[in-house]
T-cell receptor, first 109, second 118 residues
Framework: GIQVEQSPPDLILQEGANSTLRCNFSDSVNNLQWFHQNPWGQLINLFYIPSGTKQNGRLSATTVATERYSLLYISSSQTTDSGVYFC???????????FGEGTQLTVNP | ETGVTQTPRHLVMGMTNKKSLKCEQHLGHNAMYWYKQSAKKPLELMFV???????ENNSVPSRFSPECPNSSHLFLHLHTLQPEDSALYLC?????????????????FGPGTRLTVL
């Protein structure tokens, strides 16, 4: 099956800093989603982005499908951005979402 | 009503108990999913239902029994669980891209049920 690798596994920032999270995948995909899991376990949809670039407020994401990676940018981070960020992909020949192991982000005041 | 709801939010049960988790989606989707998330691990897909029919069972032990009476409701019946089954159980729904006018198969998740097996 498809492999999904996220980096870094852990990231600690001061409030106001910017960060980039990376997701590498091993095969062609037709679905790529970024999620934020808050401390209570809720998975919040951030982006559906199998290709291209999208922006939503302080967050933006870029997927370069031909090179099999996606980036999530967080600008001017806030303490409420803390949590785990997951990338999930569905390979073109498959039917299920495969999740990466996540990046644990901690934003300190 | 929020998109995907799950009840209960927390559940503590003994190994001999029988309990059920409930999921309801209000998004008009035709696919529903159960995932398990153990501590410090990524999500693992358990079951997939499409138009009420089970299309995937990811080698889940028979002590977990899913039920999908209609496209909006999904249950997970639990019996004789083990302590290692303690985890966060998440339900999700999506619209199959090949049906209707949706151009994405974005999955939307419920808040989860945090299960502890004693």
């Amino acid at each position: 099956g498809i492999q999904v690798e996220q980096s870094p596994p852990d990231l600690i920032l001061q409030e106001g800093a910017n960060s980039t999270l990376r997701c590498n995948f091993s095969d062609s995909v037709n679905n790529l989603q970024w999620f934020h899991q808050n401390p209570w376990g809720q998975l919040i949809n951030l982006f559906y982005i199998p290709s291209g670039t999208k922006q939503n407020g302080r967050l933006s994401a870029t997927t370069v499908a031909t090179e099999r990676y996606s980036l999530l940018y967080i600008s001017s981070s806030q303490t409420t951005d803390s949590g785990v960020y997951f990338c999930a992909v569905k390979e073109t020949s498959g039917s299920r979402l495969t999740f990466g192991e996540g990046t644990q982000l901690t934003v300190n005041p | 009503e929020t998109g995907v709801t799950q009840t209960p939010r927390h559940l503590v049960m003994g190994m001999t108990n029988k309990k059920s988790l409930k999921c309801e989606q209000h998004l008009g989707h035709n696919a529903m999913y159960w995932y398990k998330q153990s501590a410090k691990k990524p999500l693992e897909l358990m079951f997939v239902y499409n138009f009420k029919e089970q299309t995937e069972n990811n080698s889940v032990p028979s002590r977990f029994s899913p039920e999908c009476p209609n496209s909006s409701h999904l249950f997970l019946h639990l019996h004789t669980l083990q302590p290692e089954d303690s985890a966060l159980y998440l339900c999700a729904s999506s619209q199959d891209k090949s049906v209707g006018t949706s151009d994405t198969d974005t999955q939307y998740f419920g808040p989860g049920t945090r299960l502890t097996v004693l």
